[in-house]
Nanobody, 118 residues
Framework: QAQLVESGGGLVQAGGSLRLSCAAS????????MGWYRQAPGKQRDMVAA???????NYADSVKGRFTISRDNAKNTVALQMNSLTPEDTAVYYC????????????WGQGTQVTVSS
């Protein structure tokens, strides 16, 4: 089975950019959809962007035109390029993947903090 390891995140000024990366590692596993979620203090965890194995993409309305999700199926990685960041983007960002083999389950990364200062 697999586990997810995230990298990236940090502190940036409003209008700046950050890139998040996530890699799935393990043995004898396969993954379908991958994506990014975020959770701000006191709020629920919401989907930011998702991408299927075939490359179909879905974005939350609040990030359309600013964030770009991409994946490398051969490397089992997913990335989130975040541009034109605003303080409202401040949250803990989590990578998620839908493991299908050896058995179906949701995989979550450990979370990475993104803080946008005004």
């Amino acid at each position: 089975q697999a586990q997810l390891v995230e990298s990236g995140g940090g502190l940036v000024q409003a209008g700046g950019s950050l890139r998040l990366s996530c890699a799935a590692s393990g043995t004898a596993f396969s993954i379908n959809d991958m994506g990014w979620y975020r959770q701000a203090p006191g709020k629920q965890r919401d989907m930011v962007a998702a991408i299927t194995r075939g490359g179909s993409i879905n974005y939350a309305d609040s990030v359309k035109g600013r964030f770009t999700i991409s994946r490398d199926n051969a490397k089992n990685t997913v990335a989130l390029q975040m541009n034109s960041l605003t303080p409202e983007d401040t949250a803990v960002y989590y990578c998620k993947a839908d493991q299908v083999e050896p058995y179906p389950r949701d995989l979550w990364g450990q979370g990475t903090q993104v803080t946008v200062s005004s």
